[in-house]
């Protein structure tokens, strides 16, 4: 999981508090270089009853801001951690090799083959590991959330529910809510779901409502009718919201309600507020501290923001197969203020999400930039590859290290410049198998995605009516 700036509209900033797998310190490095601090990584082992409900909420500078948790956090203790990572970065790959497949049908014209081929496979839900937790308030009851910028409809668990997954929350009880109604079938908005799902709404067996589905890369789906309800996001109140109301759910949610979908089609999050909002929302992804927060800003007054270093903007490359993407054009990477080269730079669109976890470059690009890593990069014992990550090494006999930078750049120069943490994965808890976190498609054509575990520590700024994305350095804190 996705998914990246009158009087200024009013601006929602919810709180994103990460459980962690490790702390990790930025100190002072040589030109080209970021010192890493090895002596603080300590996996927290969950132990407490998990929480991803929360009703915490303050108000500052005419914001309102809310708790958000990691995915992790509702999701029951972890024993093994080294299985966890594995497996999350096995799933990961599975998503994006399926997102390849979707991009490619579409480019070629196959649209309406592809949910037969993907089992089926939605163009509305990007395919993303989906990752971090926020409470909304939807119909008068609080329901926690998974964010992503990859999909379009937000959906939760309903009453009365024929096959769900275990959440930590009440299911929603449509019939409870006066306010509720249910989107008939032949309505625009019940057409509208194959603009943003790539499935067709249908009518019920039993009466005309519009029921959706949508399915995920990693076999995971949601199933039920569209309804509307009121939608209070902090003290920001949404009348006439359409979401899913899910009756048959299965999948990897962790103890989450639902989604919250922040795409581009008109049934997104950041479409159907855009009236309040006008299409602009932001985040920050916090390090890999325990007490580390960021946050999930929805309006364009940046009052809030704590950025070190000026917005940069560049252009979103609009795709008229797949216009709910977010698309870049990615012009060139340095490693350690050395540029490399690469055939795919400025050639195709690359894809911004903050649900896929680990970045996937071409492999000409890849390639380049492994090898100018490792150049600078020296002296320090290999270790075994992690899953898709083959470029690891063994620091467990290192308090602190120094790694090369690596910024990536964009039209009309815009920056990102990747933070300390998120250049290397640490996939042992003792640092005996510590890979840099990038990863190599299997084609040159492939499409680009830019992770969020890239995006640490940036505040990333998604403008969808001026169709243009910013970046900008921030050490993300909610206080």
Same mark, same amino acid.
């Given at each position: ?13 919810? *709180?994103? /508090?990460?459980?962690? /797998?490790?702390? %990790? ?9 970021? %010192?890493?601090?090895? #002596? ?15 009703? +915490? ?22 024993? $093994?951690?080294?299985? +966890?990572?594995?497996?999350? /970065? ?11 497949? #979707? ?15 993907? &089992? ?21 009851? +609080? ?5 992503? @910028? ?24 449509? =019939? ?9 079938? $032949?309505?625009? @908005? ?5 603009? %943003? ?35 209070? *996001? ?5 009348? $006439?919201? !359409?979401?899913?109301?899910? #009756? ?8 989450? =309600? ?50 070190? !270093? ?23 990477? =340095? ?20 649900? !896929? ?31 898709? &990550?083959?470029?690891?090494?063994? &620091? ?8 090369? !930078? ?68 921030? @050490?993300?804190?909610?206080?």
């Amino acid at each position: 999981m996705a998914q990246a700036t009158p009087p200024p509209p009013l601006e929602v900033s919810l *709180l994103l /508090l990460v459980l962690l /797998l490790g702390t %990790a310190h930025e100190v002072h490095g040589h030109e080209g270089m970021k %010192a890493l601090s090895l #002596r603080n990584f300590f996996w927290d082992q969950m132990t407490s009853t998990p929480n991803c409900f929360s009703q +915490k909420s303050i108000q500052k500078n005419g914001a309102n801001i809310l708790e958000i948790v990691h995915q992790d956090h509702c999701s029951g203790k972890t024993v $093994n951690w080294n299985q +966890k990572l594995q497996k999350r /970065l096995i799933l990961d790959d599975a998503q994006v090799r399926m997102l390849q497949r #979707r991009i490619k049908n579409a480019n070629s014209g196959n649209i309406k083959d592809v949910a037969k081929t993907q &089992l089926p496979l939605t163009s509305g839900v990007r395919l993303q590991t989906l990752n971090y937790i926020v409470t909304l308030e939807l119909g008068g009851r +609080k329901m926690s959330v998974i964010l992503d @910028t990859g999909s379009d409809l937000t959906w939760v668990q309903c009453q009365p529910c024929r096959a769900c997954y275990n959440q930590q929350d009440p299911l929603f009880n449509p =019939s409870a809510s006066p306010s509720y109604k249910s989107v008939l079938c $032949n309505s625009s @908005t019940c057409q509208s779901l194959e603009y %943003a799902t790539g499935n067709l709404g249908v009518c019920g067996t039993r009466t005309p409502t519009c029921n959706y589905y949508v399915s995920y890369g990693d076999g995971s789906y949601t199933r039920g009718e569209l309804g509307v309800e009121r939608l209070n *996001l902090g003290a920001t109140p949404v009348d $006439n919201f !359409t979401f899913g109301c899910g #009756r048959n759910n299965k999948g990897l949610f962790g103890g989450a =309600s639902g989604l919250m979908g922040l795409g581009r089609s008109s049934l997104s999050m950041v479409s159907q507020t855009s009236n309040i909002f006008n299409g602009i929302f932001s985040y920050c992804l916090p390090s890999a501290e325990v007490a580390a927060s960021g946050s999930l800003a929805f309006g364009g007054d940046f009052s809030i923001y704590k950025n070190s !270093t000026p917005i940069s903007y560049t252009a979103m490359i609009l795709s008229l197969q797949l216009p709910t993407f977010y698309f870049l054009n990615l012009t060139g990477i =340095s490693v350690g203020g050395v540029a490399i080269q690469s055939p795919s730079f400025g050639k195709a669109g690359i894809l911004i999400d903050s649900g !896929t976890v680990i970045s996937r470059l071409p492999p000409s690009m890849y390639r380049a930039l492994k090898e100018e890593f490792l150049k600078k990069f020296t002296g320090y014992p290999p270790a075994p590859g992690f899953s898709i &990550l083959d470029t690891c090494f063994n &620091l467990s006999a290192y308090q602190e290290v120094e790694i090369p !930078t690596i910024d990536m750049h964009f039209d009309g120069d815009a920056k990102l410049k990747v933070d300390v943490e998120g250049i290397f994965y640490f996939a042992k808890t003792d640092a005996s198998q510590v890979c840099l976190a990038l990863a190599s498609l299997t084609y040159e054509d492939e499409v680009g995605i830019i992770g969020n575990y890239q995006q640490k520590n940036q505040r990333v700024v998604y403008d969808s009516m001026g169709s243009k994305l910013g970046f900008a350095g921030e @050490t993300c804190s909610f206080v």
